[in-house]
């Protein structure tokens, strides 16, 4: 092999489509290559020219294509009606994308004779080659007017100039036989030097002139063609429709229509006597071979044992000798519109980029071919070649740019049925737009997922239009109907059963999004399909009795695939045919939009409940009721609490049962502090009343760590009417006493609707937060653009850097005021308030700069308080850290987390200390006042490690990994005691954890802090994102925990499951870290890291 008796062999087990015009399939059964975009370039229209290429020709044939200068170049023959009837013209249109096309142009005009007798004899035109870009730069387009006997008049050329013009024309070559007139002046006859000596380059390219020999065989020069003559049925031939590709070890292989082969090691000086490609099967049609961008070789051909012209498909090579691994280009045959002569249907006359005529970004495989030689074409084919899924799907079309490519979607889109991704509902979340104007044709959306018996397949899908059918397909390998449904031009959605009749299964609304969930049982050959969380179908019949499921279709018209396909339209070459009645006008548009698709593998399902069983853990909360004398009854009494907690919280199970028992602790506790009032819900900080708060013992201090927090529980009225108590809950007015404390209540606001989804709620909530907003710029802002605040309003009093009467910039207020910038940014967007938005982005942008440059002390490295004067404080405070817990910092500011590591920084026995332990004025203002000045406060410990999770995920840096997020969150865990009870205060000591209030009642229970948001989002993992997927991200190092687990988890209106087991014996889930959502199974990774899922 890879010699002169065999230069290529392909070793495929599939040879041939099973495709002909009678009893086949117009994609031959045959698997799609994986993200391959089929775009027609010209849709003949004889009635509206003006809508195709001006001139109303319906014979379009014999494309050629180049790239040059940042453009893509195509050339195509046209006639009026059918193959070799004059008059004939080459056309040309360019296109920067690949995908978006010029209106053509005539590049060589009709061709005709004044005869003596006064009648005029038009020639059509026959080329096998279309473009050359020369040594010097220089762009030649080339055509030929026929015909193709030997007999023609011969090559034409003119350049294509950088600015898309072009030059005058030429004849490069007349045929020897040719006697008649000649139009033209021949090309050495132009004053351009450079024009000529391209022309010269290319007469002398013994290889790229091979391209020419069919038309031009009966030279006298015998050398100029230099391949021996083709030897079939006996008789010496001229080799047709030469295309070739260099291998690595400097020999050109060179192929011929009809399988012929040939091979030169001396640059075309000789060659081998063609050899017929007895292991390659096609009909008779062109074949196309080319080396890929990434080494491999490509062959581009119809693979029939018929006459028949469809599918197109490709077959690789790594040695450009041996190939293998057939797979579908273009399977589509759609009803000949027009009649002519020679009109044979199907993708065909397939052409590339030739070496040399240069080579478009990215690797890529670019074609062009006609279709029924009626309308031009043209497939992107990602390279390398793939025919196979591996793993689950979730496509997100707003990663994708508008307009571009469709990634790993395989996409029939013409010039009335267009497919894109388009800024529908917005340019923040995309959708795949399916349009269909056409009255012969559709758009197809084809995707591509891993073959399994066992399949979750889910999709949004909104109706804007259906004047058209939808068709909603999921198919085998070979393209069997598995399920078949559709939508209905009255928007009824239909699905088979078996072989039955389509019947109703649901109702669909116009412009709402409808959610799909497709689950398919291959084993049971089954399906049950889910509509906006409803079941509408259970454990119907797949429609064929063979086939795993590989792929779903959305396509915008009836199946055809199996129609039979007439070599002629009349079905004889002597018998005239028809035009369709119509085809040349639009008909009503439909318009359909898919996002949000996914494929996941199923795997065996787990209920609410199944991987932890709540009443294994109410052991806990008897305890808890045990040691406590419940002096203060709000609204859930002890005697509620475990029912409360059972209806209410995620359930977490870890082997550190001391950790656990305190992830339980503190929702009993936070139980402890839901009021109802008659303003509905409130929480309450202290268990009894304090001074300093307002009306029902409220205060606003901790409303952000209570928003964080409880945005957890599956009832979030309580959240609900807290908020909107401090809004509107004075006579329609803020809470007088709201500003008393800094807060981050728009931040905490929108960070909650990314757990629950309730974007009503957000976006009503809109205006209050742009108010509060404002009023603290009224009261709080510097003329430097930054804000001030005591330290005592920051609930922060008695700290070293802090003061009661100083206007001090401190890194609080202004992280504070930046996260809520940003989210009230991001909620006027959801609100598609955009002029709002973009207000407060200015508005986070500007403080982020100002933070970074005004509170970054260079010296010491980190974030501190700037007095009135300018100067910075000399001390280091926890609050350095806050500007992470609202990702503020840009990438550089890293190195000030080395002080949570430090011992004379703030690492203690017992926690973080609000202060750095080096300072001389660290625990020196007292004990029992709520001093700031060092003590460990769980306020301060909870921002620093949200902090320091966000550190971990979304900054490069080496500083802090796992383990020390891991020992600090444990140690957090570890000083939840006194007098060896259960107990959360105020603030502690650093060394010993005492808590430093005595035992001053209004301590207990303090909610003034967060510790399950921490285990769910830090350890656990759980990113909220306002997407609906699903993101797991733990915390927990490798090597520690060998198995833990989250149920029960409310997110986006689902339950997520997330479990991690080491041997997989723990849950019998398998080993690793899995995700599920409402029981089902999404995704799965054999080690801790970050995986992602589409929530259904």
Request: aromatic share 14%.
């Amino acid at each position: 092999m890879g010699e002169n008796d065999e230069p290529v062999r392909y070793i495929g087990k599939i040879k041939v489509s099973n495709s002909d015009y009678k009893n086949g399939y117009h994609d031959g059964q045959m698997r799609p290559a994986i993200g391959v975009q089929n775009y027609q370039i010209l849709r003949a229209n004889r009635t509206h020219p003006e809508w195709s290429d001006g001139l109303g020709w319906t014979y379009n044939h014999a494309p050629m294509l180049a790239y040059f200068n940042g453009q893509f170049y195509c050339e195509y023959l046209t006639n009026p009606t059918g193959e070799h009837i004059p008059p004939g013209v080459t056309m040309l249109t360019h296109s920067a994308d690949g995908k978006n096309w010029s209106k053509p142009e005539v590049l060589f005009p009709i061709y005709f004779i004044a005869n003596e007798d006064a009648t005029i004899v038009f020639k059509y035109m026959h080329q096998r080659m279309g473009f050359y870009v020369a040594p010097n730069g220089r762009f030649l387009a080339m055509a030929y007017y026929g015909p193709n006997d030997g007999y023609g008049i011969g090559r034409v050329v003119r350049e294509i100039y950088p600015d898309g013009s072009f030059g005058p024309i030429y004849f490069i070559r007349v045929n020897d036989n040719w006697k008649g007139q000649v139009n033209y002046p021949q090309y050495r006859s132009s004053p351009d030097k450079g024009f000529v000596e391209a022309c010269d380059a290319f007469l002398s390219d013994r290889i790229r002139r091979m391209q020419w020999w069919e038309e031009d065989y009966l030279t006298k020069d015998k050398d100029f063609y230099r391949v021996p003559w083709i030897i079939d049925d006996g008789k010496p031939v001229p080799g047709k429709a030469f295309c070739f590709y260099t291998r690595l070890d400097g020999a050109v292989v060179g192929f011929f229509k009809n399988r012929w082969v040939t091979i030169t090691k001396d640059n075309g000086q000789t060659w081998s006597q063609p050899v017929r490609c007895e292991s390659l099967t096609y009909g008779g049609a062109k074949i196309w071979a080319q080396r890929l961008d990434n080494g491999q070789y490509a062959l581009v051909y119809n693979p029939t044992n018929s006459d028949a012209r469809h599918p197109l498909c490709i077959a690789t090579s790594d040695d450009g000798i041996t190939f293998d691994n057939l797979v579908n280009v273009h399977g589509e045959v759609p009803p000949q519109r027009y009649w002519g002569r020679e009109r044979r249907p199907g993708p065909q006359y397939v052409r590339g980029i030739i070496e040399g005529n240069g080579n478009p970004p990215g690797e890529d495989l670019w074609v062009v071919y006609s279709v029924s030689k009626e309308d031009i074409w043209i497939s992107r084919i990602p390279v390398p070649v793939k025919w196979e899924v591996d793993g689950p799907i979730q496509d997100d079309f707003t990663g994708m740019e508008t307009g571009g490519i469709i990634k790993d979607w395989n996409i029939y889109a013409q010039k009335w049925c267009p497919v894109d991704v388009v800024d529908f509902p917005s340019s923040t979340e995309k959708s795949l737009m399916l349009k269909d104007f056409d009255p012969y044709d559709y758009a197809k959306a084809v995707r591509v997922f891993q073959r399994a018996n066992h399949q979750t397949l889910s999709f949004k899908l909104y109706i804007e239009s259906s004047a058209q059918i939808l068709l909603i397909e999921v198919v085998s390998a070979k393209g069997e109907r598995l399920l078949q449904s559709r939508i209905d031009t009255n928007r009824t959605y239909l699905v088979k059963n078996g072989t039955a009749d389509y019947s109703s299964a649901a109702s669909l609304e116009a412009s709402k999004w409808h959610t799909f969930e497709i689950n398919l049982d291959t084993d049971k050959r089954q399906f049950s399909i889910d509509l906006d969380s409803k079941q509408i179908v259970q454990d119907l019949s797949f429609s064929c009795k063979e086939g795993v499921p590989e792929r779903i279709i959305f396509q915008t018209g009836e199946y055809r695939l199996t129609d039979d396909v007439q070599e002629y339209k009349s079905g004889s070459e002597f018998k005239p045919g028809w035009d369709e009645p119509g085809a040349d006008e639009k008909v009503k548009e439909a318009v359909y939009y898919i996002k949000d698709f996914s494929s996941m593998i199923s795997q065996p399902t787990c209920g609410a409940g199944s991987i932890l069983n709540p009443d294994d853990f109410k052991h806990y909360v008897d305890y808890f009721n045990s040691i406590d004398d419940e002096d203060v009854v709000n609204f859930i009494p002890n005697s509620e609490a475990w029912l409360w907690m059972k209806e209410n919280i995620p359930f977490f199970e870890c082997p550190d049962k001391d950790f656990e028992q305190i992830y339980y602790y503190r929702w009993w506790t936070f139980r402890k502090h839901i009021k109802k009032t008659p303003a509905g819900f409130v929480m309450t900080e202290f268990i009894t009343p304090v001074k300093h708060a307002g009306i029902y013992n409220t205060i606003s201090c901790a409303l952000g760590h209570h928003i964080y927090e409880g945005r957890w529980l599956k009832n979030q009225q309580y959240l609900d009417d807290y908020v909107l108590f401090w809004f509107r809950g004075n006579n329609g007015k803020p809470q007088e006493h709201f500003h008393k404390y800094s807060s981050w209540v728009a931040d905490a606001s929108y960070n909650r609707y990314l757990v629950t989804s309730d974007k009503e709620f957000l976006i009503n909530l809109l205006p209050d937060l742009v108010k509060d907003y404002e009023r603290w710029e009224e009261e709080k802002l510097l003329p430097n653009g930054l804000f001030w605040q005591y330290d005592v309003r920051d609930g922060m009093e008695e700290s070293i850097s802090g003061s009661r009467t100083t206007k001090n910039a401190r890194p609080t207020i202004n992280s504070y005021m930046f996260g809520n910038a940003q989210a009230i940014s991001k909620i006027a967007e959801l609100a598609g308030d955009i002029e709002l938005s973009e207000k407060f982005r200015n508005k986070a942008t500007q403080l982020k700069d100002l933070v970074q440059k005004n509170l970054w002390d260079n010296d010491a490295k980190f974030f501190k308080v700037r007095f009135e004067d300018g100067k910075f404080s000399d001390a280091r405070e926890e609050i350095g850290f806050i500007p992470w817990y609202f990702n503020l910092p840009n990438a550089g500011y890293e190195q000030a987390w080395l002080q949570v590591l430090d011992p004379n920084g703030f690492k203690a026995p017992f926690g973080f200390t609000t202060a750095e332990r080096r300072h001389p004025k660290f625990r020196t203002h007292g004990v029992g006042g709520c001093e700031w000045d060092g003590a460990v406060w769980p306020f301060a410990t909870s921002q620093t490690l949200a902090a320091m999770a966000n550190l971990l995920r979304n900054y490069n840096q080496s500083h802090i990994d796992k383990k020390d997020y891991f020992e600090a969150i444990l140690t957090y865990a570890k000083s939840h005691r006194k007098n060896d009870k259960l107990y959360i205060g105020e603030y502690q000591d650093e060394k010993n954890g005492e808590w430093l209030k005595s035992d001053n009642p209004r301590s207990s229970y303090y909610n003034h802090s967060t510790f399950c948001d921490l285990v769910i989002t830090g350890l656990v993992g759980l990113c909220p994102g306002p997407e609906d997927t699903v993101i797991v991200n733990p915390l927990v190092p490798a090597g520690t925990w060998k198995w833990f687990a989250l149920d029960n988890v409310y997110y986006h209106g689902k339950k997520v499951t997330i479990l991690y087991d080491e041997t997989g014996e723990k849950y019998n889930r398998g080993q690793g870290l899995s995700v599920y959502v409402d029981g089902k199974f999404v995704n799965h990774s054999k080690t801790i890291e970050k995986i992602e899922g589409m929530i259904k």
